[in-house]
């Protein structure tokens, strides 16, 4: 068992890291600090075909995606690996959860208003609502 470190490019993931660090100590598990990559940010980055000397293949794009998780990586003293995915971050981390059979997946949620978070939706909320596994909601000081 694992456990899942959802991470994005933001001040919230070395948060979300260091409590998953906390949990994999305590249980004896490694930790998986996961990002995945949205379209957006895929298009963004100009790693579309399109946009590239030459066409991108998924591990490229899932090797960009497991950068940015190790970014948010500083000093880990438990076992730990970084991972890249692609698509819905929602969805794939679930997915990814189930597969790696984690013991918790840990996130951040992003302060919104009430009609923000109705309007908008939220990457956290949507895994705290599918995620088959525990999962810790972390509040870090600053985004």
Do not use: W
């Amino acid at each position: 068992m694992v456990v899942v470190a959802a991470v994005d490019r933001s001040g919230r993931s070395s948060h979300v890291v260091a409590e998953a660090a906390s949990l994999a100590a305590a249980f004896d598990e490694p930790v998986h600090v996961v990002h995945a990559l949205t379209r957006s940010e895929f298009v963004d980055l100009g790693l579309t075909s399109a946009q590239a000397e030459k066409p991108k293949d998924m591990a490229e794009i899932r090797s960009a995606a497991a950068e940015m998780a190790e970014d948010a990586v500083s000093g880990l003293s438990v076992p730990y690996e970084t991972v890249g995915l692609v698509g819905d971050p929602a969805d794939e981390v679930t997915e990814y959860a189930d597969e790696q059979d984690a013991s918790y997946i840990v996130v951040s949620p992003r302060r919104r208003s009430r009609t923000g978070k109705m309007l908008f939706g939220s990457v956290a909320q949507s895994i705290l609502l599918n995620a088959s596994c525990p999962v810790v909601s972390t509040l870090a000081a600053e985004e």
